[in-house]
């Protein structure tokens, strides 16, 4: 068909949209599905009223989303009418999309981002004095079941995430298990961690610039 926005344009667009839900603050966080990165938006209106303006408390509450962000295979809206017990989107639609989403993503067998065979799991490792030498775990008693013993679990690597989108980027945090806080907007030039062994739950800075 025909291109009616610039690639660039609709990039950023995704990228804004899937900060909505995928980031720390975002506003539509409540849709997130694990495993998968959503693009999404909340909406809360007044209904309008026949005679003229609007009602003062009477609303629509409203998410639509579309996941997974970067390739995707379901798009769903969720439009509330006079939600009871709040108005918001984030509080009363985008749950529902979660719910919703989860069920279908898994009736049409769409893969979590990043599933692939023999991928190895998260180290778990007694937090006494961790060494790691060239990504591995060295000369350690590992006893994560101990009573009183206080466990870290490392991850098998925090990616590099130069020149990526902030879609992919996330999709990337996500697979490292890791929470991502981005700045600006574009393609990233940035980190705050370098790219490794990281810590499981571990929040790294991503710093982007335009396109």
């Known amino acids: 068909g025909e291109r009616i926005v610039r690639k660039a344009t609709a990039d950023t667009v995704l990228e804004m949209l899937t900060a909505v839900v995928q980031t720390r603050d975002g506003t539509g966080k ?3 599905i694990p495993g998968y990165t959503i693009a999404g938006k ?7 009223n026949p005679k003229g303006g609007y009602f003062e408390d009477q609303y629509y509450a409203s998410f639509v989303g579309a996941v997974p962000a970067s390739d995707p295979r379901l798009v769903i809206l969720v439009s509330v009418d006079n939600p009871e017990g709040g108005h918001y989107g984030n509080d009363v ?9 989860t069920r279908v993503l ?5 893969p979590e981002e990043g599933t692939q065979a023999n991928v ?5 490792i007694a937090a ?4 790691l030498v060239d990504g591995f775990i060295a000369d350690l008693d590992v006893q994560p079941d101990l009573p009183g013993r206080r466990v870290v679990e490392f991850t098998t690597g925090l990616p590099d995430f130069t020149g990526l989108t902030l879609a992919q980027a996330l999709s990337e945090a996500e697979k490292a298990h890791v ?8 393609l990233a030039v940035g980190q705050s961690l370098p790219p490794g062994p990281v810590q499981a739950g571990a929040e790294v800075t991503v710093h982007f610039q335009g396109l």
């Open 30 to 32: 409540n849709a997130r």
């Open 42 to 48: 909340t909406s809360t209106a007044q209904k309008a």
């Open 93 to 101: 639609a985008a749950p529902t999309f979660a719910r919703l989403g």
């Open 106 to 110: 898994a009736y049409l067998g769409v």
């Open 120 to 124: 190895p799991k998260p180290i778990a």
């Open 128 to 131: 006494d004095d961790p060494e």
């Open 179 to 186: 929470e991502l806080r981005a700045t600006g907007s574009g």
